[in-house]
């Protein structure tokens, strides 16, 4: 299973980003799809993810800017950034609970990351 994110860039305050990631590989289905970012010296944190249902859950510092949102004919999730602040910049890394195969356990897979720099 690969995870191949991109969309990243160099945008500045207040601009607007769009984040894709798309999942490939043999597997039976996707769970939950999210997307996480590390700054410089900072652990890896979530700031968004989406069930295969359509159910959302956001980190309080994306709130009202991000949405994430998913096509699961495609195994896409993205994630819109809008409203963007210099504290935003950071590595994004796309995930996914992937299920290989009927009747086995799901793992958690992670994209190559791709780097958000929010500057003037």
């Known amino acids: 299973v690969q995870l191949q994110a991109s969309g990243g860039g160099l945008v500045q305050p207040g601009g607007s980003l769009r984040l894709s990631c798309a999942a490939s590989?043999?597997?039976?289905?996707?769970?939950?799809m999210g997307w996480y970012r590390q700054a410089p010296g900072k652990q890896r944190e979530l700031a968004a993810d989406?069930?295969?249902?359509?159910?959302?859950n956001y980190a309080e510092f994306v709130k009202g800017r991000f949405t994430i949102s998913r096509d699961n004919a495609k195994n896409t999730v993205y994630l819109q950034m809008n409203s963007l602040k210099p504290e935003d910049t950071a590595v994004y890394y796309c995930?996914?609970?992937?299920?290989?195969?009927?009747?086995?356990?799901?793992?958690?897979?992670w994209g190559q990351g791709t780097q958000v720099t929010v500057s003037s």
């Open positions: 989406i069930t295969g249902g359509g159910s959302t």
């Open positions: 995930n996914a609970a992937v299920r290989r195969s009927w009747g086995t356990p799901i793992f958690n897979y």
């Open positions: 590989g043999r597997f039976v289905s996707i769970n939950v």
